[in-house]
């Protein structure tokens, strides 16, 4: 893939307020915003068009953030309503720098995020019915894909890991990784991403008394993914299998899954030849 370039505007001159981010040589554009300026992201003239938003919510009881994915024909008179909402601390508005956008466009696109969100499961969206297609042109349709992929090019640079790209390809040259531990089998490998757990691959139906008392994370993160889908028990009913590929945030995290305990997964990940993840990675 090409070198991207993205450009950044502080509009209160500060790393976390009010601001924006361009793709160069596309129309998309990006406003990031903590709820605390709400009120100056509002007087944006850029917010008189239509557009897609992300309310977010970093943490959650789930162990993942909170998120809501929205459209609206006119921002600026649809935002205001989402101060009722108590759970986002930050929204991020996606608009076009000319006409690309109008309310067709601006729900195919939010349908289509929400259920690749829905898909990737990396959130806990508080979306509730899949948001009806209208009837788009092919060429349109193929318009709305292009700014589709900016949008989760964008906020994945912006720390919002939310969808997985389309555009992703796995880089090859990091190597096949696995776990063979105390009956379970898994296997994986770092990403950009993140670390990727590859459907199939097994993990431990009780944690150790440890996990229990000390690592909350592991346990509620577990839970989580057993109520979206991810784990499911095997036909003995005697550890959990993974139903889709996965990214987690660390090669640790997904060890820690996968074993039940607080576990170091640059030792626990190994190659074919069983050279840790550790061995690998260092610099000769």
Sequence with gaps: MLPKKIEFLLLESTPFGLRYADIKNKTIRAFISPRASFRELLKRPELNNSGVYVLFNRSSDSGLPQVYIGEADVLSSRLPMHNKKDFWSEIIIFVAKDETLDKAGVRY????????????????????????????S???????????EDIVLLLSVLGYSIIRSKDHQENKSYPMLFINSIGQKAKGRETDEGFI????????????ESVAKWEKGIKILKE???????LSLSHK??????????????????????????????????DRKGKTLKKIQEIE
């Design 109 to 136: 696109i939010e349908s289509i995020l929400v259920a690749r969100a829905k898909q990737d499961k990396l959130a806990d969206l508080e979306n509730g019915n899949l948001p009806a297609i209208k009837n788009l």
């Design 224 to 230: 989580t993914l057993i109520n979206k889908g991810v």
């Design 237 to 270: 009913n005697d550890h959990y299998v993974f139903m889709q590929d996965y990214v987690f945030s660390s090669p640790s995290a997904s060890a820690g899954m996968i074993l039940g305990r607080s576990s170091n997964g640059r030792i626990e990940w190994r």
């Design 138 to 148: 092919e060429a349109n349709i193929a318009v709305m894909n292009e700014f589709i």
């Design 197 to 208: 757990v590859y459907e199939g691959s097994t993990a431990r139906k009780e944690e150790v």
